[in-house]
């Protein structure tokens, strides 16, 4: 009866009879074995790793306990201790062509992909008709960018097991990469007519759908696949996407915190959370998980633009740059690269470096809404709204409903008397319920001010109040009062007398602290009128500093308590750096 539950998808049920049965024999090996096998397909990879710890405590040579072990400490994160229990799964059963797939799998995890292949093809060796290890060698091949021999592997596995869903799932994955949305919408389809709440279908589904600009759609099948799957990472990081996307940032917030609650280093997630933060204005917030997800995947190129974006916003441009180019020595085709420099390049009024960087984008990403828009911008700033125009029109002409038009039209309308046109433009496209709080915001102000540039001032003050009403300082003073509190206990008396110190000692550096609108801007400026003082402004070096020890002390905890990891080498090298 589990093994039916399990075959039609229904793992909770599965689950709760499988706990039943546990209790009732607690000294059967085989049923802690399922019990396990049942946690791991949902998920719960704690629950699954204490399973198969009691199966092997009832059944000491179970090599099968023991692989399972491995996998369950391997989806931890856990790759010494799931190296050791492959090891003892090997040692009791040196030809088990299962233990050689897991063994596989971790070597994957560490990115040794050919090593990875190798224990696949050993397993395969040993079994020539194992799915698992058939498709598990088709995600590789799929990862070193062989979709074809991909492609091979998982028709192979299917093949063997037509009823093998992970690799129809991972069919509809390959699929999905090659572009074809169609097909792989249709292999999700297929499973949900047999299994509605399959949680890799659900997913699959909701990311094609994610794709094609289906978000509530896309939402609604990843929050039913976490009904499945509640410990699942990636459902949450893509929900968090999504209503990042709608402007949902603080709810986009809390899912990526739980993708890094349940899924520490998962990078993509702390980049995801630093663009909810930014969003929310939390920009503090947003720097230290930018720098936590760069420390964790330097080449997440995404990160370097993210942060990029942050330092635009918080008035440092050359930070900016650098952050930029970052992203591009990592990916020299990332168009939001180019995007963002070409913005940042128009605040340094550097405009013909701006111009090119979106000219380069609209290469890369031939019909891009943002790099045509940009371009008309720097346009503008350089005197010339009726090119600008030139750019504009087209796009006016297809329809194409965007904010960043907008704002560039409602910029150039008053040279061109188009006022009243970008009016008619705005309106419409304030109907659209998608566009989110600081878009609506601009959208309105702008809409106040040719309101105003064309004497309709009562019209002009309901919009300016309407843009008011969207800006939300996204505070959550409960978040706030606890960082504040983590704080103080770090930095209490008890604490700085334990706390590591740094060899270096200088007095270089002044700083100015005060509370806001308390006189630190005008103590500065007097300050720097001496010859031998430089006034440096607001930066962001400390808060990056901050973001970075968690990073650097591989620290399960961030800031502030993962100071007390820190060696006097590291600090002595933060000193330096600053």
Same mark, same amino acid.
């Given at each position: 009866?589990?093994?039916?539950?399990?075959?039609?998808?229904?793992?909770?049920?599965?689950?709760?009879?499988?706990?039943?049965?546990?209790?009732?024999?607690?000294?059967?090996?085989?049923?802690?074995?399922?019990?396990?096998?049942?946690?791991?397909?949902?998920?719960?990879?704690?629950?699954?790793?204490?399973?198969?710890?009691?199966?092997?405590?009832?059944?000491?040579?179970?090599?099968?306990?023991?692989?399972?072990?491995?996998?369950?400490?391997?989806?931890?994160?856990?790759?010494?201790?799931?190296?050791?229990?492959?090891?003892?799964?090997?040692?009791?059963?040196?030809?088990?062509?299962?233990?050689?797939?897991?063994?596989?799998?971790?070597?994957?995890?560490?990115?040794?992909?050919?090593?990875? @292949?190798?224990?696949? +093809?050993? &397993?395969?060796?040993?079994?020539? =008709? /194992? !799915? *698992?290890?058939? $498709?598990? #060698? %088709?995600?590789?091949?799929?990862?070193?960018?062989?979709?074809?021999?991909?492609?091979?592997?998982?028709?192979?596995?299917?093949?063997?097991?037509?009823?093998?869903?992970?690799?129809?799932?991972?069919?509809?994955?390959?699929?999905?990469?090659?572009?074809?949305?169609?097909?792989?919408?249709?292999?999700?389809?297929?499973?949900?007519?047999?299994?509605?709440?399959?949680?890799?279908?659900?997913?699959?589904?909701?990311?094609?759908?994610?794709?094609?600009?289906?978000?509530?759609?896309?939402?609604?099948?990843?929050?039913?696949?976490?009904?499945?799957?509640?410990?699942?990472?990636?459902?949450?990081?893509?929900?968090?996407?999504?209503?990042?996307?709608?402007?949902?940032?603080?709810?986009? @917030?809390?899912?990526? +915190?739980? &993708?890094?609650?349940?899924?520490? =280093? /998962? !990078? *993509?997630?702390? $980049?995801? #959370? %630093?663009?909810?933060?930014?969003?929310?204005?939390?920009?503090?917030?947003?720097?230290?998980?930018?720098?936590?997800?760069?420390?964790?995947?330097?080449?997440?190129?995404?990160?370097?633009?993210?942060?990029?974006?942050?330092?635009?916003?918080?008035?440092?441009?050359?930070?900016?740059?650098?952050?930029?180019?970052?992203?591009?020595?990592?990916?020299?085709?990332?168009?939001?690269?180019?995007?963002?420099?070409?913005?940042?390049?128009?605040?340094?009024?550097?405009?013909?470096?701006?111009?090119?960087?979106?000219?380069?984008?609209?290469?890369?990403?031939?019909?891009?809404?943002?790099?045509?828009?940009?371009?008309?911008?720097?346009?503008?700033?350089?005197?010339?709204?009726?090119?600008?125009?030139?750019?504009?029109?087209?796009?006016?002409?297809?329809?194409?409903?965007?904010?960043?038009?907008? $704002?560039?039209?409602?910029?150039?309308?008053?040279?061109?008397?188009?006022?009243?046109?970008?009016?008619?433009?705005?309106?419409?496209?304030?109907?659209?319920?998608?566009?989110?709080?600081?878009?609506?915001?601009?959208?309105?102000?702008?809409?106040?001010?040719?309101?105003?540039?064309?004497?309709?001032?009562?019209?002009?003050?309901?919009?300016?109040?309407?843009?008011?009403?969207?800006?939300?300082?996204?505070?959550?003073?409960?978040?706030?009062?606890?960082?504040?509190?983590?704080?103080?206990?770090?930095?209490?008396?008890?604490?700085?007398?334990?706390?590591?110190?740094?060899?270096?000692?200088?007095?270089?550096?002044?700083?100015?602290?005060?509370?806001?609108?308390?006189?630190?801007?005008?103590?500065?400026?007097?300050?720097?009128?001496?010859?031998?003082?430089?006034?440096?402004?607001?930066?962001?070096?400390?808060?990056?500093?901050?973001?970075?020890?968690?990073?650097?002390?591989?620290?399960?905890?961030?800031?502030?308590?993962?100071?007390?990891?820190?060696?006097?080498?590291?600090?002595?090298?933060?000193?330096?750096?600053?």
């Amino acid at each position: 009866r589990i093994s039916g539950l399990i075959q039609a998808g229904r793992l909770s049920e599965a689950r709760d009879l499988c706990t039943s049965l546990c209790g009732k024999t607690p000294q059967d090996a085989d049923n802690w074995f399922l019990m396990g096998a049942i946690n791991g397909q949902m998920g719960d990879y704690p629950a699954a790793e204490q399973c198969c710890r009691e199966a092997i405590a009832l059944q000491p040579d179970s090599a099968a306990a023991y692989s399972n072990l491995g996998s369950a400490l391997l989806l931890q994160n856990r790759l010494e201790e799931a190296e050791a229990a492959f090891a003892s799964a090997l040692d009791i059963n040196p030809g088990d062509a299962q233990t050689h797939n897991n063994l596989g799998n971790l070597l994957r995890n560490r990115q040794m992909l050919a090593e990875a @292949a190798e224990c696949y +093809r050993k &397993a395969l060796a040993l079994n020539p =008709d /194992f !799915a *698992e290890a058939s $498709n598990n #060698l %088709g995600g590789v091949l799929l990862m070193q960018g062989d979709l074809e021999a991909a492609r091979t592997h998982y028709e192979r596995a299917l093949e063997l097991q037509p009823d093998y869903l992970d690799a129809r799932i991972n069919l509809g994955k390959l699929q999905f990469r090659a572009g074809d949305m169609q097909a792989a919408s249709d292999t999700a389809e297929i499973i949900l007519a047999n299994m509605p709440q399959h949680p890799g279908a659900l997913l699959l589904l909701g990311t094609v759908q994610q794709q094609k600009g289906e978000l509530q759609e896309a939402l609604t099948c990843f929050e039913r696949a976490l009904q499945q799957q509640p410990q699942n990472a990636e459902l949450y990081f893509r929900s968090g996407l999504i209503l990042n996307q709608q402007g949902h940032s603080q709810a986009a @917030a809390q899912s990526f +915190r739980q &993708a890094t609650g349940i899924k520490p =280093d /998962f !990078a *993509e997630a702390w $980049n995801g #959370l %630093g663009a909810a933060c930014m969003h929310m204005g939390k920009l503090d917030i947003a720097a230290q998980a930018f720098q936590h997800s760069i420390s964790l995947k330097p080449e997440l190129a995404d990160a370097h633009v993210n942060l990029g974006r942050l330092y635009t916003t918080a008035g440092n441009p050359d930070s900016a740059v650098q952050c930029c180019q970052r992203a591009l020595k990592y990916d020299p085709d990332n168009t939001r690269a180019y995007l963002c420099l070409g913005g940042t390049y128009k605040i340094m009024a550097r405009y013909e470096e701006a111009e090119e960087c979106f000219r380069k984008a609209e290469q890369l990403s031939p019909g891009s809404v943002e790099a045509r828009a940009g371009r008309a911008n720097i346009l503008d700033a350089m005197g010339k709204p009726m090119k600008a125009f030139d750019i504009l029109q087209p796009l006016l002409d297809e329809g194409i409903r965007s904010t960043l038009v907008a $704002n560039v039209f409602a910029n150039i309308s008053k040279d061109l008397d188009k006022q009243h046109e970008a009016i008619a433009y705005i309106e419409d496209l304030l109907q659209d319920q998608g566009i989110g709080a600081n878009a609506r915001r601009d959208l309105y102000f702008s809409l106040g001010k040719l309101y105003d540039n064309t004497g309709q001032y009562d019209a002009a003050f309901a919009k300016f109040s309407q843009g008011r009403n969207q800006v939300s300082d996204g505070s959550n003073p409960e978040e706030d009062l606890r960082l504040l509190d983590n704080i103080r206990a770090a930095f209490s008396n008890e604490q700085m007398k334990s706390l590591t110190t740094s060899t270096i000692e200088t007095d270089r550096p002044v700083f100015i602290v005060g509370m806001p609108r308390s006189g630190t801007s005008l103590v500065e400026q007097i300050l720097a009128s001496h010859h031998a003082v430089f006034g440096a402004g607001e930066l962001l070096y400390m808060g990056d500093i901050a973001a970075s020890i968690q990073g650097i002390t591989n620290c399960s905890s961030i800031y502030p308590a993962c100071i007390e990891n820190l060696t006097v080498s590291q600090l002595n090298e933060l000193s330096q750096g600053y």
